[in-house]
T-cell receptor, first 115, second 115 residues
Framework: QQQVKQSPQSLIVQKGGISIINCAYE??????FPWYQQFPGKGPALLIA?????SEKKEGRFTISFNKSAKQFSLHIMDSQPGDSATYFC??????????????FGQGTILTVHP | EPEVTQTPSHQVTQMGQEVILRCVPI?????FYWYRQILGQKVEFLVS????????KSEIFDDQFSVERPDGSNFTLKIRSTKLEDSAMYFC?????????????FGPGTRLTVL
């Protein structure tokens, strides 16, 4: 019930291409869906986040698409750059009840962008 | 830019020994978290802490684990008697607000190796 499933495990894209990472969740109480970017040796850093009252959010080259009925959300990276090479985690949390911000993470996607 | 710091960056210990991992959250933040990431796996929630008490904990956070805010700036995770399976990267995070929709800022992590 609490799981967030992420795919693919790894992704190789050419510079300038579009990277797409997908996540699916089960718990309909989730109401906050952030994406985190992690470089080797660093902690996860928030990239972009969405709430379920909107279907899409765009920040620069990064876009989250959200499908509430399908319980799926995805990250699109336009014009992918070698500097985008990192591990990407989707996550989910809920704000009701006794929750104090516990993030449930997906398994992670290792993105490699070739020059 | 304010950041979460963690010490040490790498801790090696013998099985059965006690370890204390230290974190300095962002100064005006009120909510604190510990997560862990076993090599190659997803980031997992351990515990959240607010107002000097545990708010929520996962099933991983058993009696061997404890957290403390010994002063106004530090937040610690203690593992009383380490096991081989405790080997992981431990991340501290903090947020200004809770409720599951505020940004959690992660530290760089402490890599714990139990021999």
């Amino acid at each position: 019930q609490q799981q967030v499933k992420q795919s693919p495990q790894s992704l190789i894209v050419q510079k300038g291409g579009i990277s797409i990472i997908n996540c699916a969740y089960e718990n309909t109480a989730f109401d906050y869906f952030p994406w985190y970017q992690q470089f080797p040796g660093k902690g996860p850093a928030l990239l972009i986040a969405i709430r379920p009252d909107v279907s899409e959010k765009k920040e620069g080259r990064f876009t989250i698409s959200f499908n509430k009925s399908a319980k799926q959300f995805s990250l699109h990276i336009m014009d992918s750059q070698p500097g985008d090479s990192a591990t990407y985690f989707c996550a989910a949390s809920y704000s009701g009840g006794t929750s104090y911000g516990k993030l449930t993470f997906g398994q992670g996607t290792i993105l490699t962008v070739h020059p | 830019e304010p950041e979460v710091t963690q010490t040490p960056s790498h801790q090696v210990t013998q099985m059965g020994q006690e370890v204390i991992l230290r974190c300095v959250p962002i100064s005006n933040h009120l909510y604190f978290y510990w997560y862990r990431q076993i090599l190659g796996q997803k980031v997992e929630f351990l515990v959240s802490f607010y107002n000097n008490e545990i708010s929520e904990k996962s099933e991983i956070f058993d009696d061997q684990f404890s957290v403390e805010r010994p002063d106004g700036s530090n937040f610690t995770l203690k593992i009383r008697s380490t096991k081989l399976e405790d080997s992981a990267m431990y991340f501290c995070a903090s947020s200004e607000y809770a409720g599951g929709t505020d940004t959690q800022y992660f530290g760089p992590g402490t890599r714990l190796t139990v021999l």
